[in-house]
């Protein structure tokens, strides 16, 4: 979920309507306009197209999870994520046919790696704002 979530947003860089996903929006759904590239008759073509727009993050994520749990059952039974990420591909989640590639690439990244890391954590020892001890024998250090 979080390399789909950085590929489709450019790690975070643009996330309009608080779209993590690139969900487009249907007939009635609101959404945003916006530009984007898409595969047609294999070739790459700059469209505008409506996306889903969200109150919060949260929102998205759940519209994300109830996605692929209803339109891509497919993907959502795979082991791992590279398997997730063709399945994906093969059921048109993008046009793009590096999608799966590009979206095993950025999971198996070490950026990450980092990222999970400090995802998983705990906060419950740890001071936010503290900078780590670079020498961890100096205890009190910081």
Do not use: C
């Amino acid at each position: 979920m979080l390399a789909q979530a950085a590929l489709e947003t450019g790690w975070g860089s643009s996330v309009p309507g608080n779209n993590l996903f690139g969900i487009k929006a249907a007939d009635g759904q609101p959404g945003i306009s916006s530009t984007t590239h898409e595969l047609v008759d294999g070739v790459l073509t700059r469209q505008t197209a409506d996306f889903r727009s969200y109150a919060d993050l949260g929102s998205a994520i759940s519209d994300y999870v109830g996605l692929i749990r209803s339109g891509f059952a497919g993907a959502a039974g795979q082991a791992s994520v590279a398997g997730f990420a063709q399945a994906l591909q093969n059921s048109g989640y993008a046009t793009d046919p590096a999608y799966a590639a590009k979206l095993t690439a950025i999971a198996d990244s070490p950026l990450m790696r980092q990222a999970l890391q400090v995802v998983a954590t705990p906060a419950a020892d740890a001071d936010a704002n503290a900078t780590p001890n670079p020498n961890p024998t100096e205890a009190g250090t910081r």
